[in-house]
Structure formats: C-alpha cells, structure tokens
C-alpha cells in the first residue's frame, strides 16, 4: 500500500482501473445485497483519514478509495468534477447520480457498509442523503485552533483567511447536525483522548462495525509527518505552533463566533 501512495499519476490510472475490473466480476455476485452508505463529514485538517482508517478495519466495510487521503473525490473519473477550484462552494452543481454509478464501481458489494470521505461533502450533505437512500453521517469536529494550524501550515494560508474558514466549516456542520436525518457527532478530542466510549459509539450507531479495531497503528497524515502511529491527539502540539500574531489575529475572528464555538464545546483560548 505504501508503494502504491507513491505512484504517479498514470500508474495510479492504471491500479484504479485493475481495482474495478476485480470488482466487477464479485460484485456481480452480491447485486441484491442490502448496504448502508456511510459518509464521514469533516472540515479538512480535523482527523477524517484517521477516523476512515478506524472504520475500514472493519471486515464489513468497503472504502472507493483505499489509498493516500482515502477519498472518493480523487478517483480518476471524479477528480475533473469534484477536485475542482470551486470544490468548497455549497451551491456547485453536480450530477449525483454520476457520481453515484462512479462510486459503485468502487464499492465491493460482499460487503455491508460502503465508505466515502472527502471533506467538501460537509457543504452538501443533504443533496448527497437526497441522493443515497438509507444514508448514515459521522459528522466530526475538532478544535478550531488545531483546524486552522493545519490550514496555515500546510497551504500557507494568512491566519484571518484560514480562521474564517474554519467559522465557515463549523457552520456547515451545524446545519448538517440540524438538517439530516441519521447522524452521530464525533470530535477528535474524544476520539483520541476517550477512543473506547467513542468507539462504543460509533457501533451503536451502526452495529455492522462491531469488530471495528482501534489498537491499530495508522498512516493518517499527522503533524510529525510519522506513519505507524497509535491513536494521539496532536492538538497541543499543533496549537503550540501557532505564533502570538496569528492567536491574535485568530482570536479576533473567533470572538466574533463565541456562540458557535461554545456550541461545538470549544472555548476561546
């Protein structure tokens, strides 16, 4: 898997296209299995790879994209329509049911419970849940502050510019809380710090990830850039990153969101 993380473009072309042409022949043998499609819903820097990692454990779970970032929006025949510029705007128009069949082939039928996780999903979760029956969400959140750590030092982004997006992230995801039908709330707090009640959680949610196993080591991209690691949370690291400047300038567009901070759990720092 790891060779594979590191193909080129045409190559990863290639590995795609033989991953769908073993697929086609055992799919055709489970075409009238029931399954649960399960979306992660997550701002980008907030712990969704890891959690992917966590829940394609399962032996009932089939991920469409089992490599690099894990998402569905980076396979050959969906990158020119959903990894575009305007990825992020809420209202971009997109042809579900394309992106459904396109999926599907990606999805192993013998299993229960297809996976996808790519992080603008969080802006159009109801257009997704209109289009995929008997739809589950774990919406995740994590601290803004680390959120916006990963923003900045990953793209470069100003302090303001990776703050407001992050407010823009966190209120996405309370509509979502508001707005669908069969959810669960998760943070990345809980999830690293109390991972036993979480993962309690997450089953209870949807009992098919019963054997679900978080004593794993992971590949999630981190802050030390480290493969193999355990469940950590890497917020205190990450917020110590931050410089006085940009807490302030940070905590200037923060203050303004007290209310939907505190309604996440998270306070000023």
Known sequence: MKYINKLGSTKRKI???????????????????KHTYLFILSPPFSG???????????????????????????LPETKDILFT????????????????EIWR??????????????????????????????????CLVRSPYAQVEGKMRRY???????????????????????????????????LTENTNQTKENIISFLPELSDINTELKFNAHNLR???????????????AKIKKKDLEIINRVFKKEEEL???????II
């Open 105 to 138: 082939a990606y999805w192993d039928n013998s299993k229960s419970v297809f996976l996808e996780k790519s992080p603008p999903n969080i802006c159009r979760a109801k257009k997704i849940e209109d289009e995929f029956s008997d739809a589950k969400f774990i």
């Open 156 to 190: 470069n982004t100003g302090a303001k510019e990776a703050a407001e997006l992050s407010i823009q992230y966190l209120n996405y995801q309370k509509e979502n809380i508001e707005h669908l039908q069969k959810f669960l709330l998760i943070s990345y707090e809980e």
């Open 261 to 267: 901070l505190n309604y996440f759990n998270y306070q």
């Open 225 to 239: 850039t480290e493969k193999n690691m355990t469940i950590t949370n890497l917020n205190p690291e990450k917020i």
């Open 48 to 74: 969704s790879t890891l959690l992917n990692e966590i829940i394609s454990s399962s032996n009932n779970v089939s991920c469409n994209n089992n490599i690099g970032l894990r998402e569905g929006q980076h």
């Open 15 to 33: 590995y795609f296209s033989l991953v769908k042409q073993k697929l086609r022949i055992k799919n055709a043998f489970y075409q009238n299995k």
């Open 85 to 100: 510029p305007d990825r992020w705007e809420p209202n971009k128009i997109i042809d579900w049911s394309e992106i459904h």
